[in-house]
């Protein structure tokens, strides 16, 4: 049975330094046949602003899923992960750590945080692609996700 929530638009935020992966990742998602917004945020702090709706991010929706690649300028992955699941707002928001990192370290640590998965990117584009449409498929497609908090 489908998902309710793809009868409406899913929020992404994007946490992605790399231009290039970012870009590939909203082609991805934007061929999916989920409706979807995709913001991006190219470092910590920024994604930190935009999730507590802060300064020019006062009026941004709460996403449904976040992407947060660990090796970020001015704050870090896992910086932000503690944040975000440190907050009693926002920690039910899933986050998918998707990040060049294949470190035991950064993968026992982001589940410490409670990341929610934990994916390496792939260096080849078709296998990139393939990743992320497996990510749009379950989290959008098998997974109940919590409601948004008002």
Same mark, same amino acid.
């Given at each position: 049975?489908?998902?309710?929530?793809?009868?409406?638009? !899913?929020? !992404?935020?994007?946490?992605?330094?790399?231009?290039?992966?970012?870009?590939?990742? *909203?082609?991805?998602?934007?061929?999916?046949? *989920?409706?979807?917004? !995709?913001?991006? &945020?190219? #470092?910590?702090?920024?994604?930190?602003?935009?999730?507590?709706?802060?300064?020019?991010?006062?009026?941004?929706?709460? $996403?449904?899923?976040?992407?947060? #690649?660990?090796?970020?300028?001015?704050?870090?992955?896992?910086?932000?992960?503690?944040?975000?699941?440190?907050?009693?707002?926002?920690?039910? *928001?899933?986050?998918?750590?998707?990040?060049?990192?294949? &470190?035991?370290?950064? *993968?026992?640590?982001?589940?410490?945080?409670?990341?929610?998965?934990? !994916?390496?990117?792939?260096?080849?584009?078709?296998?990139?692609?393939?990743?992320?449409?497996?990510?749009?498929?379950?989290?959008? &497609? &098998?997974?109940?996700?919590?409601? $948004?908090?008002?």
């Amino acid at each position: 049975m489908a998902n309710l929530r793809n009868l409406s638009v !899913i929020e !992404i935020l994007l946490v992605e330094d790399s231009p290039s992966d970012a870009e590939l990742t *909203i082609e991805t998602f934007n061929e999916s046949k *989920i409706l979807n917004h !995709i913001y991006v &945020a190219e #470092d910590g702090v920024e994604a930190l602003d935009f999730l507590f709706r802060r300064g020019k991010y006062k009026d941004v929706p709460r $996403p449904d899923l976040i992407l947060l #690649d660990l090796n970020l300028p001015k704050k870090n992955g896992r910086e932000v992960l503690a944040e975000i699941k440190g907050d009693p707002e926002l920690q039910t *928001i899933p986050v998918v750590v998707l990040t060049t990192s294949a &470190a035991e370290e950064d *993968i026992l640590r982001s589940y410490q945080l409670h990341a929610n998965c934990y !994916i390496t990117k792939p260096v080849d584009f078709e296998q990139f692609t393939k990743i992320v449409k497996l990510i749009s498929d379950f989290w959008f &497609a &098998a997974v109940r996700l919590p409601p $948004p908090s008002v």
